[in-house]
């Protein structure tokens, strides 16, 4: 069961509303410190709130209305088999980052909460559960 922040951006991004560069939405800094990325750091588990903001973000990445303006993102969907994306790849972006710095937080958050995207069985990348709307090549 996720936050009510994610089910209220899902109707925020389904309206049409949030810009391509989501200059509008306000992320709280609840970013951990660079060693949460270790492997042999204890692991975080993020609260519904965290669950629900990374779900959000990677879920607006992904959505049609974005991923045809984001060349970057679509390229590399287009481009690797099963249309998976490294998670490492995409959170590196400033607003993820300033979200956590662990991807095993991305890949919980995405596991537990996301309904359009999925997550590798190896937890390093990512994708949509959907074919990409129509496209120019």
């Known amino acids: 069961n ?5 089910q209220s ?4 991004i389904q309206s049409g509303c949030v810009t391509q560069n989501m200059a509008d939405v ?6 951990g410190t660079s060693d949460h990325n ?14 629900g903001k990374i779900t959000y973000l990677f879920e607006f990445y992904f959505s049609d209305r974005n991923i045809l303006k984001d060349d ?3 390229k590399l969907v287009k481009n690797n088999e099963g249309g998976f994306v ?16 662990d991807s095993r937080q991305i890949v919980f958050a995405l ?22 709307p129509p496209y120019d090549e």
Request: hydrophobic content about 35%; proline content about 3%.
């Open 86 to 101: 490294k998670i490492e790849l995409i959170s590196v972006r400033k607003k993820v980052k300033q979200l956590t710095q």
């Open 38 to 51: 270790s492997l042999t750091s204890p692991f975080r588990e993020p609260d519904e709130d965290l669950c």
């Open 72 to 74: 970057f993102l679509l």
């Open 9 to 12: 951006c899902s109707d925020i």
């Open 111 to 132: 596991r537990k909460c996301s309904t359009t995207l999925e997550v590798n069985d190896l937890g390093t990348a990512v994708r949509r559960k959907e074919k990409l």
């Open 26 to 31: 306000q992320v709280m800094d609840t970013a």
């Open 2 to 6: 996720c936050s009510k922040y994610a």
